[in-house]
């Protein structure tokens, strides 16, 4: 589904050239649940941005299917994001002024999904709070609608950029529950970037990141339950 080969990416700070990503090749498969792991400053931010088709790599290819990420225009850049990835960010995002169900069904109208808002919230478990405002709710449920509101796209990519990484390990836990699930009952391809390596064992595949090389990828033939665990 999604393939990267050779991607550099490269920051010119001053006089110097600052390599966040060297040569790193892989690919992502659709109903998997994918981590990057790796800590901070080894290029998992820079990976999942292009992925995202918000930044560009300075060389090598980005396919989507036999898209040719890497060599679309802005405007087509902009309709990539649209239709194909979903984003879920580690703060949440929402809009304080909206609630919970306001919050996901004004994404689902922008990318004219006639789905139900109510729909995608009880898939993530709050149907209960759907009129309730960002501000009434707790870190995990804020994280939830943020999912919610990711699905509404019908994204066939679900980007989580450290998604957990402003809960507890309780709420950790139901967050990662929900990826997974997602992962195996659609046709998406969910990937998560972490630098907390407890996730890596309820992954279907694994990408670890160091100095913005590819230390190590591996599939895991019998991921880890999250709701066994």
Same mark, same amino acid.
């Given at each position: 589904? =999604?393939?990267?080969?050779?991607?550099?990416?490269?920051? &010119?700070?001053?006089?110097?050239?600052?390599?966040?990503?060297?040569? @790193?090749? !892989? /690919?992502?498969?659709?109903?998997?649940?994918?981590? =990057? +792991?790796?800590?901070?400053?080894?290029?998992?931010?820079?990976? $999942?941005?292009? +992925?995202?088709?918000?930044?560009?790599?300075?060389?090598?290819?980005?396919?989507?299917?036999?898209?040719?990420?890497?060599?679309?225009?802005? &405007?087509?850049?902009?309709?990539?994001?649209?239709?194909?990835?979903?984003?879920?960010?580690? !703060?949440?995002?929402?809009?304080?002024? $909206?609630?919970?169900?306001?919050?996901?069904? =004004?994404?689902?109208?922008?990318? *004219?999904? #006639?789905?139900?808002?109510?729909?995608?919230?009880?898939?993530?478990?709050?149907?209960?709070?759907?009129? *309730? !405002?960002?501000?009434q709710m707790s870190g995990g449920e804020m994280q939830r609608v943020s999912i919610a509101r990711a699905l509404s796209k019908k994204p066939k990519l679900l980007l989580c950029d450290e998604p957990t990484g402003a809960l507890d390990s309780k709420t950790s836990i139901?967050?990662?529950?929900? $990826?997974?699930?997602?992962?195996?009952?659609?046709?998406?391809?969910? @990937?998560? @970037?972490? &630098?907390?390596? /407890? !996730?890596?064992?309820?992954? #279907? &595949? @694994?990408?670890? +990141?160091?100095?913005?090389?590819?230390? /190590?990828?591996? #599939?895991?033939?019998?991921?880890?339950?999250?709701?066994? =665990?």
């Amino acid at each position: 589904m =999604i393939e990267f080969e050779k991607i550099d990416k490269e920051y &010119h700070v001053g006089d110097q050239v600052v390599k966040a990503l060297n040569e @790193v090749s !892989f /690919k992502i498969e659709q109903g998997k649940l994918t981590i =990057i +792991l790796g800590p901070s400053g080894s290029g998992k931010s820079t990976l $999942l941005n292009i +992925l995202g088709g918000m930044d560009r790599p300075t060389r090598g290819t980005v396919k989507f299917n036999d898209q040719l990420v890497s060599k679309l225009n802005d &405007h087509e850049l902009t309709d990539y994001r649209r239709k194909v990835v979903g984003f879920v960010f580690q !703060f949440y995002n929402l809009i304080p002024s $909206l609630t919970a169900l306001e919050n996901v069904a =004004i994404a689902a109208q922008l990318n *004219n999904n #006639d789905y139900q808002a109510e729909d995608y919230l009880s898939q993530v478990g709050l149907s209960e709070r759907l009129n *309730n !405002f960002p501000n009434q709710m707790s870190g995990g449920e804020m994280q939830r609608v943020s999912i919610a509101r990711a699905l509404s796209k019908k994204p066939k990519l679900l980007l989580c950029d450290e998604p957990t990484g402003a809960l507890d390990s309780k709420t950790s836990i139901k967050i990662m529950k929900i $990826l997974q699930d997602i992962s195996k009952s659609s046709e998406t391809a969910v @990937v998560m @970037v972490t &630098h907390n390596p /407890k !996730f890596e064992q309820y992954a #279907d &595949h @694994v990408i670890r +990141l160091k100095d913005g090389q590819i230390e /190590k990828t591996y #599939d895991n033939e019998n991921p880890k339950i999250v709701e066994k =665990i």
